[in-house]
């Protein structure tokens, strides 16, 4: 068989003489090494750019999903007003404002200027609504713009009533085109509707220049009256009663968006496309002055209106873009190669191996170079996209690394973050200590925190408690140890355990009240079932008595005798009929403020003179129905306890309250008179108050009192609708209320006139 040639050998440069071929050689290394340096420098400013632009493209979706998270929370707090309303917009304005205050929408909701109710008035009420709002203390108050329309509305209530906002009282918000057509799409659709471009009513006369005033819009949802159908347009229409609205300044409304990184971007926010001021409803400060790289528009449908939100990247955003690494890679690269070039030139005799040593070298510069980036790469990915904080300290220490995370959560920029003392992380009463073990720990690298997550407080930048767990690893220098740490937020954690353990506190004070409730109700039915039959006895005997009595007077005494034995035990049975609910009532309407009045001085004999007695009347309690002389004696047995409880010295106080239940174990939701007698004297133990309401029970001396007071109390409360209550602590008195259900009757009455 033929043989096959042999493998072609390399071709060999002969090996460099004299003359220039040692600085030539030396100068094509030179700029084979420069190449590559450039692209070297070239990539990494290509992978500075792109994570410039991976951080824009991440801030804009960011901006533009906050924009439009924050209008839809918006639209829930007005969806949670309209549930309040309950159909109707007929509110007293006392109940709006603690509304307000209690939903803190003044801290929580930035950019809201206020929450408030307009109200539809037909022409032929217009007159009567404006008197009747006089009359409740606004003496100027006018549906404005004047002029006649076919319906009326006005904004009746508004959160915060005061400053700028009183100027939109009794404003006509459908008499103005651009909100007109935001309340009838609500109206006509059931849903939350966003206005154009306004100017806010509360900017009133802007004395600081055009520029001062701010764009505004607002936001409409219909209330529809209550048990009427909603189902189509027309029937939508017909049902309107009004809309809850809150406006928004623009500016205010942007102010803080975006959280540590709000300087990143330079926004615009447009009514519809961008047509020049017409629409343009917020500009950031710098828009105009900065022209950016980069650009990115979106769109987003807030309350049915469409917004043009075009971004720019800032100037700080395009300053934060990587010069160092590439600077470096450069420098590095340029010194390497005039090296390499020196080395190639004073080993120019031996050829060979100079130039497999520039060619390992270089290839070295290239691996070692791409090693460093791809590691570093890698890690900064893991770590800035990690769901905690993480955060490395030296063994002196001091913070060395921090990420994204740590920022959201401590406020510290990492900029701002690296080469401060890790204490400044910790509550000012742990860092003494913190500081001392720390110091034993860099000297030998022992730790009771290692490995395992652990549980303790941090601190913010501005000073706020954060319950954490902390997860610390070692890191070894040459200093000494130092640590990382991944740190989790546990806050939500926390709220959930003690919002779950005040439910689960709740329900089994709840299962408390209701055993009690059982257990009353049972003892209730067999008192009942006792006292009647007994009650029907002492009938018998006292007719018999009265039969013996006109028959025969020679033991008239003994008689006389047995029929005071026979109203005692009338009495007796009286009482535990009213504990039994079974007791005959005669309800009638009662003020409960007038009867009071009556009783005054049957009171005053009743506590004594050493006893202060103050009686608290709201200025228009209602009306319930109840028996009279009942509610008079139970005040009169409940001002005797309060006494006795005193020993004959202290203050009683009479208090009545017009309030609402609404979540209740043992009342039926609706509206209420309580009748609170609180005293001064020494109180009651928990495990008395449980038994308090039991017939018979009595912490009394012998011979001061039956123990049925309370039962009384507690069965004529119960039998009228309502039901009874005790607080008490030991040392720190008593008090006892009474729920009567109010009595709609004459509240209906009086609306009607």
């Known amino acids: 068989m ?22 030539l050689l030396a100068m094509l290394v030179f700029l084979v090494t420069s190449l590559v340096t450039f692209s070297a420098w070239t990539s990494a400013r290509l992978t500075a750019e792109a994570q410039l632009l991976r951080t824009f493209d991440y801030r804009t979706r960011d901006m533009v999903f906050s924009i439009g998270r924050r209008m839809a929370v918006y639209e829930q707090v007005l969806r949670g007003a309209r549930g309040y309303l309950r159909g109707s917009v007929e509110l007293d304005r006392s109940a709006w404002a603690e509304y307000y205050g209690l939903q803190r929408l003044d801290q929580s909701f930035p950019g809201m200027e206020a929450l408030g109710i307009a109200t539809i008035i037909p022409p032929a009420r217009l007159a009567a609504h404006q008197a009747a709002i006089r009359r409740q203390g606004h003496p100027d108050y006018a549906v404005h713009p004047d002029g006649p329309r076919n319906m009326y509305t006005s904004i009746t209530h508004i959160e915060p009533f005061g400053g700028r906002n009183l100027r939109a009282f009794g404003f006509d918000m459908y008499s103005e085109p651009v909100r007109r057509a935001a309340m009838e799409r609500a109206r006509d659709s059931g849903l939350a509707a966003l206005s154009g471009k306004v100017v806010l009513v509360q900017e009133g006369v802007n004395h600081a220049g055009a520029g001062a005033t701010q764009a505004g819009t607002l936001m409409y949802l219909p209330v529809y009256r209550a048990g009427q159908l909603a189902g189509t347009v027309e029937q939508r229409r017909k049902a309107i009663v009004g809309w809850v609205y809150a406006p928004f300044r623009m500016h205010d409304l942007m102010r803080g968006l975006g959280g540590a990184h709000s300087t990143d971007l330079d926004i615009e926010i447009h009514d519809g496309e961008p047509a020049g001021g017409a629409t343009l409803l917020y500009r950031s400060p710098n828009a105009s002055a900065h022209k950016g790289r980069l650009r990115a528009s979106a769109q987003i449908v807030p309350g049915g209106r469409t917004w043009t939100i075009t971004m720019r990247s800032s100037a700080a955003l395009e300053d934060s873009l990587d010069t160092t690494r590439p600077r470096l890679v450069a420098l590095t690269g340029i010194g390497l190669s005039f090296l390499l070039s020196l080395v190639v030139w004073l080993l120019a005799s031996e050829r060979r191996r100079a130039l497999q040593l520039a060619q390992g070298m270089t290839l070295e510069l290239r691996q070692s170079h791409d090693q460093v980036a791809s590691e ?8 800035e996209n990690a769901p905690d904080a993480f955060v490395a300290v030296d063994a002196a220490g001091r913070i060395t690394d921090w990420n994204a995370q740590a920022s ?42 290692l490995g395992a997550p652990t549980e303790l407080l941090v601190v913010d930048r501005e000073g706020r408690r954060i319950p954490a767990e902390v997860t610390v690893a070692q890191l070894t220098t040459a200093e000494g140890f130092g640590a990382t740490a991944f740190v989790r937020d546990i806050r939500q954690r926390k709220e959930a355990e003690a919002r779950e353990q005040q439910r689960q506190q709740g329900l089994d004070e709840a299962r408390q009240a209701l055993a009690r409730a059982q257990k009353l109700e049972a003892v209730g039915k067999l008192t009942g079932g006792v006292a009647h039959d007994f009650n029907n006895i002492l009938h018998i005997i ?54 009071l009045e009556r009783m005054d001085s049957l009171v005053l004999r009743a506590a004594g003179d050493q006893i202060t007695l103050e009686k608290r009347v709201p200025p228009e309690p209602w009306p319930v129905l109840v028996d009279p002389n009942q509610l008079e004696n139970v005040l009169l047995n409940l001002v005797i306890n309060a006494r006795d409880a005193m020993e004959g010295n202290g203050r009683i106080v009479l208090e009545l309250s017009n309030v609402h239940v609404e979540n209740d174990a043992l009342l039926a939701p609706g509206d209420y008179v309580t009748v609170a007698v609180a005293d001064t004297g020494h109180g009651m133990p928990q495990d008395v108050i449980e038994r308090a309401f039991e017939p018979f029970f009595t912490t009394k001396p012998e011979g001061k009192g039956t123990g049925l007071g309370l039962s009384m109390a507690h ?15 030991p040392g720190k008195g008593t008090t006892v209320t009474i729920y009567l259900p109010r009595h709609m009757a004459a509240a209906q009455v009086a609306a009607t006139h």
């Open 715 to 729: 069965g004529f409360a119960r039998q009228s609708g309502g039901d009874i209550r005790l607080s008490s602590q």
């Open 2 to 23: 033929p043989q096959s040639p042999p493998p072609a050998q390399p071709s060999r440069l002969p090996l460099p003489g004299g003359g220039n071929a040692p600085l």
């Open 408 to 449: 959201r959560l401590f406020g510290w920029s990492a900029a701002q973050a690296i080469g401060r003392d890790v204490r400044e992380l910790l509550p000012e009463d742990r860092r003494a200590a913190f500081g001392a073990g720390f110091e034993d720990y860099a000297r030998g690298g022992d730790c009771a925190m």
């Open 376 to 383: 570093q790469k890698r890690i900064q990915v893991i770590l």
């Open 542 to 595: 006292s007719a018999n008595v009265q039969l013996i009595l006109r028959a025969d007077s020679s033991h008239r005494k003994r008689l006389l005798s047995i029929l005071d034995a026979v109203e005692r035990g009338s009495k007796l049975a009286g009482q535990l009929l009213a504990f039994a609910r079974r007791q005959p009532l005669h309800p009638l309407e009662v003020q409960v403020d007038q009867l």
